[in-house]
Nanobody, 123 residues
Framework: QVQLVESGGGLVQPGGSLRLSCAASGSIFNINVMNWYRQAPGKERELVAH???????NYGQSVKGRFTISRDNAKNMEYLQMNSLKPEDTAVHYC?????????????????WGQGTQVTVSS
């Protein structure tokens, strides 16, 4: 069974920083793209950033210049460095990826979501 587990959320003051981590585990064959999404109360889920296995990155407009996504392919880890945090960044942040995993002698693909980690920016 493949899992994504986020960590690193918490309460921070405006202007502060947090680093989120996402650990993928299980019988993983390949993960091409890894993503961070977030959802605030009463709002739609939005893409924060994504990164390919080759290191190509893309960011949502609201976080450009403040957040940095990275990954360690060997460890199946993904990170989100969040700087200059604002109250409007308050949301549950989710790690998600289409994961290719082993099934006996073959492999299949499942779109996996983590359980989410709460980020709260408040004074």
């Amino acid at each position: 069974q493949v899992q994504l587990v986020e960590s690193g959320g918490g309460l921070v003051q405006p202007g502060g920083s947090l680093r989120l981590s996402c650990a993928a585990s299980g019988s993983i064959f390949n993960i091409n793209v890894m993503n961070w999404y977030r959802q605030a109360p009463g709002k739609e889920r939005e893409l924060v950033a994504h990164i390919t296995s080759g290191g190509y990155t893309n960011y949502g407009q609201s976080v450009k210049g403040r957040f940095t996504i990275s990954r360690d392919n060997a460890k199946n880890m993904e990170y989100l460095q969040m700087n200059s945090l604002k109250p409007e960044d308050t949301a549950v942040h989710y790690c998600t990826a289409p994961v290719q995993y082993y099934t006996g002698s073959s492999h299949d693909t499942g779109h996996i979501w983590g359980q989410g980690t709460q980020v709260t920016v408040s004074s």
